[in-house]
Nanobody
Framework: QVQLVESGGGLVQAGGSLTLSCVPS????????MAWHRQVPGKQRELVAA???????NYADSVKGRFTISRDNVKNTVYLQMSSLKPEDTGVYYC?????????WGKGTPVTVSS
């Protein structure tokens, strides 16, 4: 079973930056949408940013202007550049890829923003 592997999470002070990366553990053909979600304890998982194979992007209002999603279609890798981080950005960030109607998920990478 192919999974997605996230990396790049960690502890950062408010106002700082982090870049997350996500790559499949094996081959996934014809990935359409790749996205990042995050989950805060006690809250539902929410969409942070998404990008199509044609590089169309969509962002949650709370991260517009601060986060940038990008992808490498050759490597099937998706990135999330996060800047001007706020304590409310704290959570576990999950990568998801949709291909052929199947959603592939990663196990998540934690991000903690201290005030």
């Amino acid at each position: 079973q192919v999974q997605l592997v996230e990396s790049g999470g960690g502890l950062v002070q408010a106002g700082g930056s982090l870049t997350l990366s996500c790559v499949p553990s094996g081959t996934i053909f014809s990935i359409n949408v790749m996205a990042w979600h995050r989950q805060v304890p006690g809250k539902q998982r929410e969409l942070v940013a998404a990008i199509t194979s044609g590089s169309r992007t969509n962002y949650a209002d709370s991260v517009k202007g601060r986060f940038t999603i990008s992808r490498d279609n050759v490597k099937n890798t998706v990135y999330l550049q996060m800047s001007s981080l706020k304590p409310e950005d704290t959570g576990v960030y999950y990568c998801i890829a949709n291909a052929g109607g199947i959603n592939y998920w990663g196990k998540g990478t934690p991000v903690t923003v201290s005030s």
